[in-house]
């Protein structure tokens, strides 16, 4: 299934068509403010299995993070935030970052595996937000790499259907997407460390 939503003003029926699918278990590729990403909801295990085929990893050994509605969903998933990250956090989100934090026992064992840690996104990004809000759980984030060496990501949502269509049950048409994907940051050190620089400065 092939959708296009705009993000000043995704449409709720549409919204509500892709939640359905998440909850059958299904994959969606969506926009987000970087780069086009593949994900499903996290709780259902057999579709986190399947993102974890495709990337070609473990399950248990996953790096993925995932995308959360707003500051009141994050906190469901992680442990209490120390009063100078939550501030960090508070002046960068939404936004391009994902922030890696001390994960509670909310999220999945067969998410995190052995870690203690997940990485949590909000984008500024209406269409995928509206997906999480309404569907009440976090979306699996993972970036939908290229294969082309000089182009490290697929921007353009048709070229993305033609691709991939029969891995996703719903593409999400949201314009065009970005070359450059989230600066990702940690927080679980004694001092917050930049892992990866990509789009966004961070706001201190």
């Known amino acids: 299934m092939f959708v296009r939503l705009f993000n000043e003003n995704p449409n709720p029926r549409e919204i509500r068509k892709i939640v359905e699918v998440l909850r059958n278990g299904g994959l969606i590729i969506y926009p987000t403010d970087t780069v086009y990403s593949l994900g499903c909801d996290i709780t259902n295990q057999k579709a986190v299995e399947k993102v ?7 399950i248990e ?12 969903h994050l906190s469901e998933y992680t442990r209490p935030i120390q009063n100078n990250i939550f501030k960090l956090i508070k002046k960068n989100l939404p936004g391009p970052f994902t922030f890696i934090l001390e994960a509670n026992n909310n999220v999945p064992k067969y998410f995190k595996g052995k870690k203690k840690t997940v990485g949590i996104r909000i984008p500024d990004n209406n269409i995928i937000r509206e997906v999480v809000s309404e569907l009440g759980n976090p979306i699996v984030s993972t970036s939908i790499h290229d294969e082309d060496e000089v182009l490290e990501y697929t921007t353009d949502p048709e070229l993305i259907f033609e691709k991939y269509q029969d891995l996703a049950d719903v593409i999400i048409d949201g314009g065009y997407g970005e070359m450059t994907p989230s600066t990702v940051v940690d927080c679980t050190l004694d001092e917050i460390e930049i892992i990866r620089k990509g789009k966004g400065e961070l706001n201190f």
Do not use: I, P, Q, Y
């Not at 974890?52 to 473990?58: F, I, L, M, T």
């Not at 995932?66 to 009141?72: G, L």
């Open 52 to 58: 974890a085929r495709w990337k070609g990893v473990k």
């Open 61 to 72: 050994k996953n790096n993925f993070s995932f995308v959360c509605s707003d500051f009141s």
